[in-house]
């Protein structure tokens, strides 16, 4: 079965930091471009970023740009989301998603996992 | 940045009828757009890709339609398992993807 797990969530203050985690297992990690969208509390979705399968190009949203990094370990089916400088308006649920891209574009996110509550709040 | 608006916000809808969400891009973005289902407390779950492609596993009371800016999802007949909030995502700026805000569709 294709799966991916998140882990790393919790609460935090305002200004600190914090480490998302996703495992994926059930198919072939390094061939997947992957993502980490969020949803805060009774909100919709915003993508946040993404990462090529080779980790060669790297995207964000602006609303995180210069403070999260997305990076991938490719040996160890993993993604990872460092988040600096946190601000209260990051709360959410992160969710890792795996992309189903085409002709050198990516399109939607097939696979997701069930989601890491981040709570930012002093 | 394109922005997905969907209508309406909610809907109450009794088991067995047919319902019809919708979803506006505010430029072209020919059928590059999906539909994804969401229940409490779970992850999205792909629907439709394509505007009209059901992705694997989706049951044929599913069905999408449109292109350009104005796109439907369509519950032929209503069960249980379908109260849930939809939404929807453009993937022309793939660079930008971005989602509606979502349709709560809820049982009357």
């Known amino acids: 079965e294709e799966q991916l797990v998140e882990s790393g969530g919790g609460l935090v203050q305002p200004g600190g930091s914090l480490r998302l985690s996703c495992e994926g297992s059930?198919?072939?990690?390094?061939?997947?471009?992957m993502n980490w969208v969020r949803q805060a509390p009774g909100k919709g979705l915003e993508w946040v970023s993404y990462?090529?399968?080779?980790?060669?190009?790297?995207y964000y949203a602006d609303s995180v740009k210069g403070r999260f990094t997305i990076s991938r370990d490719n040996a160890k089916n993993s993604l990872y989301l460092q988040m600096n400088s946190l601000r209260a308006e990051d709360t959410a649920v992160y969710y890792c998603?795996?992309?189903?891209?085409?002709?050198?574009?990516?399109?939607?996110?097939?696979?997701w996992g069930q989601g890491i509550l981040v709570t930012v709040s002093s | 940045e394109i922005v997905m608006t969907q209508s309406p916000a909610a809907l109450s809808v009794s088991p067995g009828e047919r319902v019809t969400l919708s979803c506006r891009a505010s430029?072209?973005?020919?059928?590059?757009l999906a539909w994804y289902q969401q229940k409490p407390g779970q992850a999205p779950r792909l629907l439709i890709y394509?505007?009209?492609t059901r992705a694997s596993g989706i049951p044929g009371r599913f069905s999408g339609s449109g292109s350009g800016t104005e796109f439907t999802l369509t519950i032929s007949s209503l069960q249980s398992e379908d109260f849930a909030v939809y939404y929807c995502?453009?993937?022309?700026?793939?660079?930008?993807?971005?989602f509606g805000q979502g349709t709560k569709l809820e049982i009357k």
């Open positions: 430029q072209s973005i020919s059928s590059n």
């Open positions: 990462i090529s399968s080779r980790a060669s190009n790297r």
């Open positions: 394509g505007a009209s």
């Open positions: 059930g198919f072939t990690f390094r061939n997947y471009e």
């Open positions: 998603a795996r992309d189903f891209c085409r002709n050198a574009r990516c399109l939607y996110f097939d696979l």
């Open positions: 995502q453009q993937y022309t700026d793939w660079l930008l993807r971005t």
